[in-house]
């Protein structure tokens, strides 16, 4: 988890004046969603009943110049690879000129796995997600609630330059643990 140091200012420690003060660090946001992430991820497949085959849905934001078929096809992959079945319905957002947080397809594929039609959400990484960390912590937490969970590509080494520059950005962990 990557950490940041937590200013003086912040710290109430006047009673401690006497000796230095040592530096403090707390998770950083996007460390603390990552942990969090990683923690949904982990309690939703412990609720899978053993030998049950774990089912997911692909989720894609196709900004410009992304070929969503062929980015749907890779996931799709990396789900396989997993032992994971994948749902036949895939989500797809496209940039719009409103609100960077509005992603009507990903609500619909989160409302899915908290249905209890998939048990997840695979996408390529965190720039898929919702823009603003409140927006999706909310989505984590509701899909804590109702045993989902939502999980990124992770590279393969020994794959194409495209899936390996693609596992760079995205290099989060989202699948069992080999």
Known sequence: ????????????????????????????????????????????????????????????????????????ALLAEHARERGWSVDRERFTDEPTGGSASTRPQFNLAVRRAGSGFVDGVLALGRDSMPSTDEAYEAYLHWLHRHYAFIAFLQPTTGRTQWRQNAGNVTSDHGGRRS
């Open 1 to 72: 988890m990557r950490l940041q140091p937590v200013p003086a200012d912040e710290l109430d420690e006047s009673w401690l004046r006497w000796r230095p003060v040592e530096p403090r660090f707390r998770p950083t946001p996007g460390g603390r969603l990552t942990a969090l992430r990683r923690s949904v991820f982990e309690n939703a497949l412990a609720a899978i009943k053993p030998g049950r085959p774990i089912k997911v849905t692909t989720y894609v934001f196709a900004d410009l110049g992304v070929d969503t078929d062929g980015t749907h």
